[in-house]
């Protein structure tokens, strides 16, 4: 996608067979991939979480968090979005959920909504639960795909990593970008 083409990109969601993942026990949790225009690109935002968090520590990440009792995928990454990056619902407009993705090692199940930022406005950042916000292209992002070697419960798995402007973008996250990646047809 040269010029960023929201409908197309929504038409894409759409028409996307999602995989719809279950992690083991209950826990459910949504982001929100939130998505701008910058310079005529497609550009991603995501935080970076503290040092001082439990789960994922210093982790590259969307917005995003646990869904309350009752609530919808949609509405738990909107609000998430806006506890944590200050991101009003008002001015995203979701566009469609990519796959769902398992987090390894804490048994949650993770549904990635991906949103058009309609307006800039001013990022507020919560600072218990973000130490950072930024944004990267992602055609940029796909040129700098890597699959590293990672162990976990005593498997080997092939992980997508990135490296941009001194961040590392891995775990769910990577998964999340992939699939992104692979709807706009940018996967290398």
């Known amino acids: 996608m040269g010029v960023v083409d929201w409908l197309e990109l929504r038409a894409r969601l759409a028409r996307l067979p999602r995989r719809a993942a279950r992690a083991p ?48 995928v949609v509405a738990a990454a909107l609000r998430e979005a806006e506890e944590e990056v200050g991101l009003p619902p008002r001015v995203v407009e979701p566009l469609g959920l990519l796959h769902d993705v398992v987090v390894a090692g804490t048994g949650v199940t993770l549904t990635p909504v991906v949103g058009r930022i309609t307006e800039d406005v001013p990022l507020v950042l919560n600072a218990a639960e973000v130490a950072r916000a930024f944004t990267a292209p992602l055609a940029d992002l796909a040129a700098r795909l890597e699959l590293r070697p990672v162990e976990h419960g005593g498997r080997t798995w092939q992980v ?13 996250t990577g998964r999340v970008v992939v699939d992104l990646l692979e709807v706009l047809e940018l996967r290398p």
């Open 160 to 172: 997508p990593f990135f490296e941009w402007d001194g961040e590392t973008i891995w775990g769910a």
């Open 25 to 72: 026990g209950p826990r459910r949790a949504a982001v929100l991939v939130p998505l701008l225009e910058r310079e005529g690109r497609l550009t991603a935002l995501f935080t970076r979480r503290p040092e001082t968090l439990r789960a994922h520590p210093g982790q590259v990440s969307f917005p995003g968090g646990g869904l309350d009792p009752g609530e919808e």
